[in-house]
């Protein structure tokens, strides 16, 4: 048993040994070469005169690092920490904003624990509450709800243009320009004047939050990539430290290794977006809730702006869902059938994918499929198998029927 249990030991330490490698390659780094992480990381990345490409022996054998990380990289994680500031700030205070009622003698929405509001309120916990536009809690779950929904479907939206048209550059930029258009109208539905009309106030509210869901869309889709694509190493290489081991400096520990950074920032900008505009409803109002994000997320385009003659950027090379749909498209040609079981049996066939290959198609092929082969039909064929998992989620959530519920509510 116990040699069992070692054996397993051995297998996940193992299967660790590149992320470790890494961060005891960073602690020697800083140890050795006078203490800055970054000259060792500049030394790892500038030895490229004496890198080969590893032989199957020293993949097996020595220990992988990262390459360097460029202040490009961390330009870009700053800007998602100023994006997530801004969406977990505003989103933080939806249910006081759109279900809670103003507190007697607060114009803004913060809290009044005087005397007079007790006298009028009947109570000081009504005083302690911080609301706006005092509407029923459908109205706050369904506006909520849809928030969450409508974040999540825009960005294959996003990624579509990015890919076919704009590029992820161009469309990071006009989400940014979308979401200061509806960070703006959230302020304007929060002023005391708009909220002393509550339906007013809601349907601008409304309106700012989807186009927030649109800029989010676009941001969130785009801003991954666009960090990866900063990477130019693209295959291994064996690589002489100044101490004179040979090791691997590897693309995939690099991506790693920044990617932590990145998803640090998204930590800590919602955490601090979070908790900070909590405490500014409380004290100040939602004005303030809604007008600090927006000012984070002005340095974004700032940042875009400046640094773009340094980053690497790709140019829109089309979109790949639009030729995986297209293929379907063309596969299923002639197998649907009035009766839906009957088309699903003929889109189950055993050729149903093959038909549709270069090869088997020869000159009939369209144009459109001058760039793909075989393998990437094989590819598509398993996404779409295992899309179907995905027909089960709204079951599990059900969050679909919970946003139709709430929001028929306020009809």
Not at 69 to 74: G, P, T
């Amino acid at each position: 048993m116990m040699q069992a249990m070692d054996a397993d030991f051995n297998v996940v330490a193992e299967m660790r040994r590149p992320s470790i490698a890494a961060v005891q390659d960073e602690k020697r780094g800083m140890a050795t070469y006078k203490g800055d992480m970054d000259t060792a990381s500049t030394e790892i990345g500038s030895d490229s005169t004496n890198s080969t490409e590893p032989t199957k022996e020293e993949l097996k054998m020595l220990r992988r690092v990262s390459g360097s990380i460029n202040w490009q990289m961390m330009t870009i994680t700053f800007i998602e920490f100023c994006e997530r500031f801004s969406y977990y700030g505003t989103t933080a205070v939806f249910v006081n904003f759109i279900q809670q009622p103003r507190p007697f003698g607060s114009r803004t929405g913060n809290i009044q624990p005087n005397a007079a509001c007790l006298a009028a309120m009947g109570s000081m916990e009504a005083c302690m509450q911080p609301g706006g536009l005092g509407q029923d809690q459908r109205a706050a779950t369904g506006l909520v709800m849809f928030n969450q929904f409508w974040a999540y479907i825009m960005p294959l939206v996003g990624g579509y243009l990015a890919d076919s048209y704009l590029g992820r550059f161009m469309t990071i930029q006009w989400s940014i320009l979308a979401a200061m258009i509806g960070h703006i109208i959230l302020i304007c539905s929060s002023l005391p004047s708009v909220m002393d009309n509550p339906s007013s106030a809601m349907g601008c509210f409304a309106v700012g939050l989807v186009i927030m869901g649109v800029s989010t869309g676009g941001f969130k889709s785009n801003i991954s990539p666009l960090l990866a694509e900063q990477i130019k190493q693209t295959r291994p290489e064996v690589i002489t430290l100044a101490s004179g081991e040979r090791v691997i400096k590897d693309p995939q520990v690099t991506i790693s290794r920044v990617f932590l950074y990145f998803y640090m920032m998204i930590n800590f900008g919602s955490l601090a977006g979070g908790i900070g505009m909590v405490y500014a409803e409380r004290y100040i109002g939602f004005w303030l809730s809604y007008a600090l994000p927006t000012f984070m997320f002005f340095f974004a385009p700032l940042v875009l702006m400046a640094c773009k003659k340094h980053y690497v950027l790709a140019k829109p090379t089309g979109s790949v869902t639009s030729k995986a749909f297209a293929l379907l498209r063309l596969a299923s040609k002639g197998k649907w059938s009035p009766n839906p079981v009957r088309t699903y049996k003929n889109m189950q066939t055993e050729g149903f994918w093959d038909d549709v290959k270069p090869s088997r198609l020869g000159a009939s092929a369209p144009a459109w499929m001058n760039d793909i082969d075989d393998e990437w039909v094989d590819q598509v064929a398993r996404g779409f198998n295992a899309c179907k998992v995905f027909c089960w989620l709204p079951l599990y959530w059900r969050k679909l029927l919970y946003i139709l519920f709430n929001l028929s509510a306020l009809y």
